[in-house]
C-alpha cells in the first residue's frame, strides 16, 4: 500500500524527504559534540531528531490521507486547546535562552506556539471562506480575525516569542488579502500596526541590542554581534564546495545555536555555495509546487489553507536564511525541517500532509474533468432534428 494516496504532488513530496534527510544528517554534525559535552553522548540530538523524523513523516502520511475538509468541524475546539497549551506554558513551561516557550511532556517537550501555526491557518482559511460575501467590509472582513488572531499572538509574544508573531501576523494579512480584503483595509492597519510592532521591538532591552548588532556586529564583536561574526565565519570557510562533511570548525563551541537557528551556517561551512544552493532549490521548489497546488483546490477553503501553509514554511525559511546570512536581524526562528527540534519538525510535516492532500484532490477532480471532456468529444449530442 502506498504510503501517500495517488495523485499527490511527488516534487513538492520529495524536496521536504530531502529537507528531512539533510536535516537529521547536519544536527547531527552541527551537534554531536556539543550533545557530547551537554548529555554525554554524541548521538543524542541525532536519535531524538531522526525519533522526530519518523514520527513527523508516520503523521504527514496519515493527514495526507484525511480529506483536509475535515478539519473545518474541528477549528473552534482547537483554537480554544492551543490558547489552554499556552495560558499552560506561561504558568508551567520551561525556560531556555530567556524565553519560556515549552512544556514538560516527560522525556520531551511540546511548543504550543508551533501547533498554534496549523490550527490559525485552519482557523483563516474556515472563517475567510464563511464570511465570503461580507469580506469586503472592515466589521466582517478584518475585525473578528484580528481579535481572534491577535489574541494568540499575545499569549505567543508574552514567552516571549517576537519572531514567530510576526511571521503569523505576516499570514494574517497575506490571507486576507488572498480571500479578498479590501487592500486600503489592510494598508490602514497596517499604518497602525507599525507603530505598534516597532514600540514592541524596541521596548525590550535584549531586542534593541539585536538591532544593533544587526546594524554594525563589529561594534559588540565580542557580546551582541559574536554570533553573526561566527555565522560569516562559517560561509566565509566554506567557500564554493565546502570543508566537507563533518569538517566545520565554527561548530566546535564558536557559533551558538549550531544545530538550532544556525544550522544553515554550518551547511555553509560544511557543504559550501553548493550546499546552500541545494537548500535554496529545494525550498524553492516546496514554495512552487505548494502554491501550485494551492491554486488547483477545488474550493477555496483549499485554496486559503494552501497558500496560507506555503507562504508559512517559505516565509520562514527565508527570515532564518536572512538572519543567518546577517540580512535580517536576529529572530530566534529555526530552519523548517532542518533545524533541530521536535515540535516545529512534526507540525510543519503535518501541514505539508495537508498540502498533498490538497494536490491528491486537485489531481483527481483535474482527471475526472478531462475524461468527462473526452467522453463529451466521443459521444457528441446528437443534432436535434430539423436542424
Avoid at 209 to 225: C, H, I, V
Avoid at 350 to 363: D, F, H
Avoid at 382 to 387: D, K, L, N, Q, S
Amino acid at each position: 500500500m502506498n504510503l501517500v494516496p495517488r495523485g499527490v504532488d511527488r516534487a513538492l513530496l520529495l524536496s521536504v524527504v530531502s529537507l528531512v534527510v539533510l536535516g537529521v544528517t547536519m544536527v547531527y554534525s552541527a551537534g554531536g559534540i556539543y550533545a557530547a559535552d551537554l548529555h554525554g553522548d554524541r548521538l543524542f540530538f541525532l536519535q531524538r531528531q531522526a525519533l522526530f523524523a519518523g514520527v513527523g513523516l508516520a503523521g504527514m502520511a496519515v493527514v495526507a490521507r484525511i480529506p483536509y475538509q475535515a478539519y473545518r468541524r474541528w477549528t473552534y475546539p482547537a483554537l480554544g486547546l492551543v490558547a489552554v497549551l499556552l495560558l499552560a506554558v506561561l504558568a508551567f513551561g520551561t525556560s531556555a535562552g530567556g524565553a519560556t516557550r515549552w512544556l514538560p511532556l516527560g522525556p520531551f517537550q511540546l511548543q504550543p506556539s508551533e501547533l498554534a501555526k496549523p490550527v490559525l491557518l485552519v482557523y483563516l482559511a474556515y472563517s475567510l471562506e464563511k464570511k465570503q460575501e461580507l469580506i469586503e467590509t472592515f466589521a466582517v472582513g478584518i475585525l473578528p480575525h484580528l481579535v481572534v488572531v491577535g489574541t494568540i499572538l499575545a499569549l505567543i509574544l508574552v514567552e516571549p516569542d517576537f519572531g514567530t508573531t510576526m511571521t503569523i501576523a505576516a499570514i494574517l494579512f497575506a490571507m486576507m488579502f488572498v480571500a479578498g480584503t479590501r487592500p486600503r483595509h489592510l494598508l490602514a492597519l497596517g499604518a497602525v500596526g507599525a507603530p505598534a510592532a516597532y514600540f514592541v521591538l524596541m521596548g525590550a532591552e535584549y531586542r534593541r541590542k539585536r538591532m544593533m548588532a544587526f546594524w554594525d556586529p563589529w561594534a559588540d564583536r565580542e557580546g551582541t554581534g559574536y554570533q553573526l561574526i561566527q555565522s560569516w565565519l562559517s560561509f566565509h570557510g566554506g567557500g564554493v564546495t565546502g570543508l566537507g562533511l563533518g569538517n566545520g570548525l565554527q561548530k566546535l563551541h564558536f557559533l551558538p545555536a549550531a544545530h538550532t537557528d544556525f544550522i544553515f551556517a554550518v551547511i555553509g561551512e560544511e557543504l559550501g555555495l553548493a550546499g546552500v544552493a541545494l537548500v535554496l532549490g529545494l525550498f524553492g521548489t516546496l514554495v512552487y509546487r505548494g502554491a501550485r497546488c494551492a491554486s488547483f483546490a477545488p474550493d477555496l477553503f483549499g485554496r486559503l489553507l494552501g497558500t496560507g501553509i506555503t507562504f508559512m514554511i517559505g516565509l520562514q525559511a527565508c527570515f532564518n536564511m536572512g538572519v543567518v546570512t546577517g540580512m535580517l536581524p536576529t529572530k530566534g526562528l529555526t530552519l523548517p525541517f532542518v533545524s533541530y527540534g521536535g515540535s516545529s519538525l512534526v507540525f510543519g510535516l503535518a501541514m505539508v500532509g495537508v498540502l498533498l492532500n490538497i494536490s491528491a484532490q486537485a489531481s483527481r477532480r483535474s482527471a475526472t474533468t478531462k475524461r468527462e471532456s473526452e467522453a463529451r468529444a466521443d459521444h457528441p449530442d446528437p443534432e436535434p432534428v430539423g436542424a
